[in-house]
């Protein structure tokens, strides 16, 4: 027992029968409770955001020059015997920086999101929960470029599974370096959820609506096959993205202990 403690104890109850020698004192004023956890708070996130926007402006700057190719061939076929820009190894790495950005981002909304509609406490850790949400969004798109690895070895031509895997990756670094804003704007600046999920939404759709007219002008124009490429939409975006959803929900119910 210190000092402060038996002047505290003696001054308001010495003499009365409330007061016991053998009762150790109790601390002064009133006990505070934990701060929630909150990814604001999160120094680990916050760090991870600042070395994001800095590789990512350091890699745009970089890029600038397969950034404007791509945008000016977005929407347009090369001709036949033209001279084809193909892109550098540094280049490739800068694209692929941004899709682990995206899987990344998408980890923390998900684990934002989870914890939002599904209440409760988690019964990993935080860091944990972001592992595998981000484990989850890997293995989604390894799996879908497997897919379309094999099915476009088999029914399509090099240079046409040249034109949509450059295109294909484009659009995938364009969606994780936008999806930096938006993680951005619901962590510090309390953009609500369903804001949040209604940007993303609206950015991949935007992103895959383009992806498909440049899928359709390389593999299916000439052939005018639509319905082959209706075919080849389910079969590598419609039904991965309809497993990936339910998997999302799935790990999310085991993740979260309702209490």
């Not at 599904?118 to 879908?144: N, P, Q, S, T």
């Not at 897919?147 to 995938?172: A, P």
Request: proline share 3%; net charge positive; with cysteine.
């Amino acid at each position: 027992m210190t000092v402060r403690d038996t002047i505290y104890r003696e001054s308001f109850l010495k003499g009365t029968p409330f007061f016991h020698e053998e009762i150790p004192a109790g601390r002064l004023g009133v006990a505070g409770e934990p701060v929630p956890y909150s990814l604001v708070n999160d120094s680990f996130v916050t760090m991870a955001m600042v070395l994001c926007i800095l590789v990512s402006m350091i890699t745009v700057a970089r890029s600038w020059r397969f950034i404007c190719f791509q945008t000016k061939n977005l929407l347009r076929m090369p001709r036949e015997n033209s001279v084809e820009m193909r892109e550098t190894s540094a280049e490739m790495r800068y694209q692929t920086y941004f899709c682990l950005q995206g899987v990344v981002l998408l980890g923390i909304l998900a684990c934002s999101a989870a914890a939002h509609y599904l209440g409760g406490d988690f019964i990993l850790g935080h860091y944990a929960v972001l592992g595998v949400f981000c484990a989850v969004f890997a293995a989604y798109y390894i799996i879908r470029e497997l897919l379309v690895l094999i099915v476009q070895k088999v029914f399509f031509e090099q240079r046409e599974r040249h034109l949509d895997n450059m295109s294909r990756l484009y659009f995938m670094a364009v969606q994780g370096a936008l999806f930096l804003p938006i993680t951005m704007l619901h962590i510090y600046f309390q953009l609500s959820m369903e804001i949040t999920l209604k940007l993303l939404a609206a950015t991949v759709v935007m992103s895959m609506i383009l992806h498909f007219y440049k899928a359709y002008n390389v593999f299916f124009r000439k052939k005018n096959a639509v319905l082959q490429f209706f075919l080849y939409l389910c079969t590598l975006e419609a039904v991965p993205l309809v497993l990936l959803a339910g998997t999302l929900f799935v790990v999310a119910i085991h993740l979260t202990q309702n209490i």
